[in-house]
């Protein structure tokens, strides 16, 4: 059993940047791959950035790559996401996600969320 909590999200100016931090609980915590996910008003749930249990591997989506980069430090049991060059189009509820395994795009392959933190993004 993995338990998530989300931190870091806020206010930003069109822009400006964020780093979202995810605390888990559970000693195996490296064992498993993590992911970012957001879903904006209205839309669904899509993957941003995943990162193998090693650190080894990372995943991106097209709209954030070359902006956003996804860490993990399994001595602290957290994964983080540094969101720069922030656009309006950013603006969602950014949530934390666990899996066993290879890295997935798929949010139904992931079996822990977190609440969620929102992030919005002012132009």
């Known amino acids: 059993q993995v338990q998530l909590v989300e931190s870091g999200g806020g206010l930003v100016q069109d822009g400006g940047s964020l780093r979202l931090s995810c605390a888990a609980s559970?000693?195996?915590?490296?064992?498993?791959?993590m992911a970012w996910f957001r879903q904006a008003p209205g839309k669904e749930r899509d993957i941003v950035a995943a990162i193998s249990w090693t650190g080894s591997s990372t995943y991106y989506a097209e709209s954030v790559k070359g902006r956003f980069t996804i860490s993990r430090d399994n001595a602290k049991n957290r994964v983080y996401l540094q969101m720069n060059s922030l656009k309006p189009e950013d603006t969602a509820v950014y949530y934390c996600?666990?899996?066993?395994?290879?890295?997935?795009?798929?949010?139904?392959?992931?079996?822990?969320w977190g609440q969620g933190t929102q992030v919005t993004v002012s132009s």
């Open positions: 996600a666990a899996k066993v395994g290879p890295i997935a795009v798929g949010l139904g392959s992931y079996e822990y």
């Open positions: 559970g000693r195996t915590f490296s064992r498993y791959t």
